[in-house]
């Protein structure tokens, strides 16, 4: 089996974990944001610089980037939407964005109220503020495979943002499962087609287990070569502009399976569904991480 050493996970909790939810206080997620930084994870991403009107779960995106400096040892991202939202995360102090563009037309409407071919071409501003700001880009295509509005994605549509985000000069590309419907062949296959376009950019994938298939198809794209995986403790998260979109993949989760692979990731596996508990207690609800309710296995 051709698996890398290391993949590198980034903690995505505290921003596609909470956006869905109601708003919790600054307190609460600075709470969070201590127990996922006791896991040893060593990439979070902190916020997104959205409107406020459309996540209000994330109103509080410069309050808590301005607590940051808190935790040095540790890569902040914050996820934007549009050039005005980058330079408001340049000017919160983050060095590391990410800019989303839906491969569908549907979901970039309902996500950021413009098609795909205009926030395709948004990319060029957004790498421009964060390289001006000091900062590096991450283009993530979201409904990479499949959309809740117009169906299954054309590979054709990821390559030609993969290729147009690398012509522009991007630091890094993901490719998301924004709903949560994708198998490992699917996976296999797309990621087949976009490494050759990319080079020595770095490639990661975004997997929420909603129909079950997250973690095969984070395992899937690792057996292709992908080395930088998103996920969340407890299995948080979902996007509000896609209906039926519920669960990152589990940190735990992941960590478990890649673990038990001989794969070498930075984040403890215990202090990882520990993190899951604080998740679960903010934001008061059942989450759907299996380790959160089995723990890990049983030692002879």
């Known amino acids: 089996m051709n698996l890398p050493k290391k993949v590198d996970i980034r903690e995505v909790c505290l921003r596609d974990g909470l956006q869905i939810e109601t708003p919790i206080p600054l307190a609460a997620k600075i709470e969070l944001l201590e127990a996922i930084v006791a896991t040893g994870v060593r990439e979070i991403e902190a916020t997104a610089f959205v409107s406020p009107s459309k996540v209000p779960a994330l109103a509080d995106a410069a309050e808590l980037a ?10 902040f991202s914050a996820l934007v ?20 563009v839906s491969a569908s037309d549907a979901h970039s409407r309902a996500n950021v ?8 071409a948004a990319i060029a501003d957004v790498a421009r503020i964060a390289h001006d700001g000091d900062a590096t880009v ?3 295509i979201a409904t990479a495979w499949d959309c809740p509005f117009d169906g299954p994605t054309p590979p054709a ?22 709903i949560g419907t994708t198998t490992p062949r699917r996976v296999g296959a797309l990621v087949a087609q976009v490494q050759p376009l990319i080079g020595d950019i770095p490639l990661g994938a975004h997997f929420h287990n909603t129909r079950g298939a997250g973690l095969a198809s ?25 209906p039926g979109a519920s669960g990152n993949i589990a940190t735990e989760d992941l960590v478990y399976l890649l673990r038990d692979s001989d794969v070498d990731v930075d984040v403890d596996l215990d202090r990882a569904i520990a993190a899951a508990k604080v998740a679960q207690d903010a934001v008061g609800h059942q989450l759907p ?3 959160l309710r089995a723990g890990d296995r049983i030692l002879a």
């Open 66 to 75: 301005a607590e940051l400096y808190r935790f040095p040892d540790v890569e």
């Open 157 to 178: 549509r990821v390559l030609d943002i993969v290729t147009a985000a690398t012509e522009l000069g991007v630091d890094r590309i993901a490719i998301a499962d924004t």
């Open 113 to 120: 109220g413009r098609d795909t071919a205009e926030a395709t």
């Open 138 to 140: 991450e283009v993530i």
């Open 218 to 242: 984070a395992y899937a794209a690792v057996q292709a070569g992908v080395t930088r995986l998103d996920a969340a403790v407890g299995g948080l998260g979902g996007c509000p502009f896609a």
């Open 81 to 100: 939407a549009s050039a005005n939202g980058a330079h408001r995360a340049v000017a919160a102090g983050l060095r590391s964005l990410e800019y989303v």
């Open 289 to 291: 991480s299996a380790l």
